[in-house]
């Protein structure tokens, strides 16, 4: 019989694998990864021979990574955003530099505004506190009392109003950090509980035969 082959741009293969390998980073996480969900995209041609179509590989178009919990909110937040993250490992042939290991995470970068905003505060309470040794140097006419006043409202303001907030972000990171981690590990326990469960269901077959 004849093998019959066709090709055309609009002809295309997708599929979802999962995988388990070194720890990396993944775009978009604030955590390393050692399973992950590949998502590939690739050109196809059909072959029809002895009656029967089949689909083949010609060229990946694009490889995209994913931890298990971006692929969870990939599937269950449609037409939500912008988009979730991922990282590119191919496209068109071409394989991706892998995410720069200098990339912070938010934690990190929380950390590193905390560190930057403490320098700074405690440039400023020693700069004003020079300025107030120096005012109590000179007679206290109401206008060196009222600038003392302000320079003790702005620490007191530092101290009460911005440090908290800064320490608020610095704490937000650190729970979407752990969510993500939970998110993690529940999404892997639950793939081995699934694996285990359909090779008991099919010993159960091979015996009931």
């Not at 999962?18 to 390393?32: D, E, V, W």
């Not at 071409?94 to 440039?123: G, L, M, N, W, Y």
């Not at 506190?129 to 006043?149: A, F, M, Q, R, V």
Request: net charge neutral; charged share 30%; glycine share 4%.
């Amino acid at each position: 019989m004849t093998k019959l082959i066709k090709n055309h741009e609009s002809y295309g293969l997708v599929k979802f694998n999962r995988i388990n390998g070194f720890t990396k980073k993944l775009f978009g996480s604030n955590i390393n990864h050692q399973n992950s969900i590949v998502l590939e995209i690739s050109q196809a041609e059909n072959e029809y021979h002895l009656g029967k179509s089949w689909n083949h590989t010609r060229n990946s178009i694009i490889r995209v990574e994913l931890s298990n919990s971006q692929f969870s909110e990939l599937i269950t937040t449609m037409n939500i955003g912008n988009g979730v993250p991922c990282t590119i490992r191919y496209k068109n042939g071409k394989k991706i530099e892998d995410v720069p290991e200098d990339d912070k995470t938010d934690v990190e970068k929380s950390r590193d505004d905390i560190k930057i905003k403490s320098k700074e505060f405690i440039a400023k309470i020693i700069k004003e506190k020079l300025e107030i040794d120096d005012l109590l140097k000179k007679n206290l006419l109401k206008s060196y009392k009222e600038k003392i006043k302000g320079l003790l409202d702005g620490i007191i303001m530092e101290i009460t109003c911005n440090f908290p907030f800064y320490l608020d972000c610095f704490n937000e990171s650190i729970d979407i950090t752990v969510t993500q981690a939970k998110s993690e590990i529940d999404a892997f326990v639950t793939h081995n509980i699934i694996e285990t469960g359909l090779k008991e269901i099919k010993k159960l077959a091979i015996n009931m035969d």
